[in-house]
């Protein structure tokens, strides 16, 4: 029987725990060894993973092109940018009070051996530069001119979506393993543990907070009952838990969204799958209250506003052609995560454990939300009366 990720996840933080615990040195000198290998092959991906997501997801926007496609990818961004505002302001006021002043920022009461052998893979290019080019590529092929290079970045990203779901995605919980191996050899598992439990609870409490958000807004647009349509996408949210992946669940939100009152089916069709591949604003709202816990765990001060500001900026950007890919929200923020907010192989790991464990959460809420989006799109693009037209019923 084949075991699901999040499973295999929970058994290599457990399994690191009770390794980091009892371990003799010469076994944290593998253990630090495997983080190291697997750090860098994790980071040496980071930019392909970047480029390839941006790159194509702004080259496909040509096949669609027009208001209302402007429209949906600005009301899309707009909303995760809200959302990571929100999930910010609540970080800066409440994760302080939870951390307590619990930081790894200091060595622990056990030093961890160096690894036997650092083997380094240096990436093809820096994390902003790859960000940078692949906006220009993809709106060089956004604007016809690049046709031939359109479709090397189209078939890239299918070859890093194969590396994600069979190489790094995988190979995850190893490197989880690594992780809280050296956090329990350095006595620091039972801070980690109560810190993460309440960040999580917190994450959770926002995700609901922003769907009944989104949907009050666009009630309020539209006058529409916000706890009928809710009700209506409700099996797309159970869907999207299971699958874990936005682009899994599509057929179940597309006819869901189609039960929307006065939805028009033509505009169903369009910004369901359209959101479902560019809207993240629960798996951004996580990446944000993660990011200020790790940085304030790891390296023992809570990120500068700009520094936050310009993350959830560039996160915004990044996270709309990486929303389609289970796991790919968080593959690709790590380059920024790295770049902007300074973070280590440790920080990075923590990332990786932290969203993985709420994943399901997360695209939960992605895909919940793109029905509120859908119903303010209908305000104004819709025909009123599509639908009955089209079925004879409202």
């Known amino acids: 029987m084949k075991i699901g990720l999040i499973p295999r996840l929970m058994i290599g933080l457990v399994l ?15 253990t630090e060894t495997g983080r190291a290998l697997l750090g860098n092959l994790i980071q040496f991906f980071i930019p392909f993973i970047i480029f390839s997501f941006i790159a194509a997801s702004i080259a496909q926007l040509s096949k669609s092109a027009g208001k209302m496609l402007t429209f949906t990818v600005s009301l899309s961004y707009i909303d995760t940018i809200i959302a990571c505002s929100l ?5 800066y006021l409440i994760i302080p009070q939870i951390v307590e002043g619990r930081t790894f920022a200091e060595p622990g009461a056990n030093s961890l051996p160096d690894p036997i052998v650092e083997i380094e893979f240096q990436p093809f290019m820096d994390i902003m530069p790859a960000l940078i080019f692949a906006i220009v590529i993809g709106l060089a092929a956004s604007w016809g001119k690049a046709k031939v290079i359109s479709t090397v970045v189209l078939e890239l990203k ?13 190979v995850i919980p190893f490197f989880i393993f690594f992780i809280f191996t050296g956090i329990a050899a350095e006595g620091e598992v039972s801070g980690a543990i109560v ?21 009050s807004v666009a009630s309020a647009i539209t006058g529409i009952s916000p706890f009928q349509a809710i009700k209506v996408m409700l099996p797309a949210y159970f869907t999207a838990m299971g699958t874990m992946s936005s682009a899994a669940t599509i057929p179940v939100s597309l006819r869901q969204g189609k039960k929307i009152p006065k939805m028009d089916n033509k505009i169903a069709d369009f910004v369901m799958p359209l959101c ?18 790790v940085s304030l765990i790891t390296l023992g001060e ?27 929200s968080v593959l690709a923020t790590l380059g920024i995560l790295q770049s902007i907010l300074g973070f280590n192989e440790v920080g990075l790991g923590l990332m990786l454990a932290l969203f993985m464990v709420q994943d399901t959460l997360g695209t939960a809420t992605n895909i919940t939300g793109d029905g509120a989006l859908a119903m303010m799109v209908n305000k104004y693009f ?13």
């Open 382 to 394: 819709g025909d009123r009366n599509g639908k009955e037209e089209e079925t004879g019923v409202e």
């Open 16 to 30: 690191g725990i009770l390794v980091g615990i009892f371990a003799p040195q010469w076994l944290l000198s593998i």
């Open 87 to 91: 999930a910010a302001i609540s970080s």
């Open 302 to 328: 809570l990120p500068q506003i700009s520094l936050i500001t310009v993350f959830i900026i560039v996160l915004g950007i990044i996270l709309t052609g990486a929303a389609g890919v289970p796991g790919g």
């Open 158 to 170: 299918n070859i890093i979506d194969v590396v994600i779901r069979k190489f790094i995605i995988p």
């Open 195 to 215: 810190i993460f439990g309440q960040m999580l609870i917190l994450i959770v409490a926002l995700q609901l907070l922003w769907l009944a958000i989104e949907y």
């Open 276 to 293: 479902a591949n560019i809207h993240s604003a629960g798996a951004a709202l996580t990446l944000t209250i993660s990011a200020i816990t």
